[in-house]
Antibody, heavy 119, light 107 residues
């Protein structure tokens, strides 16, 4: 059974750094892209970026370029999303997903990680 | 960046009836179009890809059509579990983008 298990909820202060994780199992980790999707409270889905676990090549949607870093550690089948300078506007649920077709078709999703940024 | 526009924002339909959801792309995306369903408190679920191919395990009452810039998701006979928010998303060229969603609610 394919599973993507994300790290737990986080509460941070503005300006702090954070890394959340997404561990894949039940499939060959390097055969599928991982994408990260943001969902602001009560809002829709936003694609943040994607990473190819084969070589950790990542690219980002323009709105998120320079704000976050996406990476993988294929030795432990885990993808990461990290911030170096959190803002209150980063408060959201973040989903990872296993995707095909260069991260276009997202077959399986993690359970989501709620990140709350508040002073 | 391609902008995806869904209509209507909210659709009220009675159980057993048909629901038709629309999605328009600001540029041609061929058939590189997927539909996702999201229920409250849950992660999205892939329904349709390639504009018309149902994902594994998706019931036959869900169907997708269209190509180029105009796409449709049809749910032929609504079940109680189908009331949710539906998103279209293109994957023609990066960045892939979602529509703003259509909330399907019980009439």
């Amino acid at each position: 059974e394919v599973q993507l298990v994300q790290s737990g909820a986080e509460v941070k202060k503005p300006g702090e750094s954070l890394r959340i994780s997404c561990k894949g199992s039940g499939y060959t980790f390097t055969s599928y892209w991982i994408t990260w999707v943001r969902q602001l409270p009560g809002k829709g889905l936003e694609r943040m970026g994607r990473v190819d676990p084969t070589d950790s090549y990542a690219n980002y949607s323009p709105s998120f370029q320079g704000r976050v870093t996406i990476s993988t550690d294929r030795s432990i089948n885990t993808a990461y999303l990290q911030w170096s300078n959190l803002r209150a506007s980063d408060t959201a649920v973040y989903y990872c997903a296993r995707c095909d077709y260069g991260a276009g078709i997202c077959l399986d999703w993690g359970q989501g990680t709620l990140v709350t940024v508040s002073s | 960046e391609i902008v995806m526009t869904q209509s209507p924002a909210t659709l009220s339909v009675s159980p057993g009836e048909r629901a038709t959801l629309s999605c328009r792309a600001s540029q041609r995306v061929s058939s590189s179009l997927a539909w996702y369903q999201q229920k409250p408190g849950q992660a999205p679920r892939l329904l349709i890809y390639g504009a018309s191919t149902r994902a594994t395990g998706i019931p036959a009452r869900f169907s997708g059509s269209g190509s180029g810039t105009e796409f449709t998701l049809t749910i032929s006979s609504l079940q109680s579990e189908d009331f949710a928010v539906y998103y279209c998303q293109h994957y023609d060229n990066w960045p892939y983008t979602f529509g703003q969603g259509t909330k399907l609610e019980i009439k």
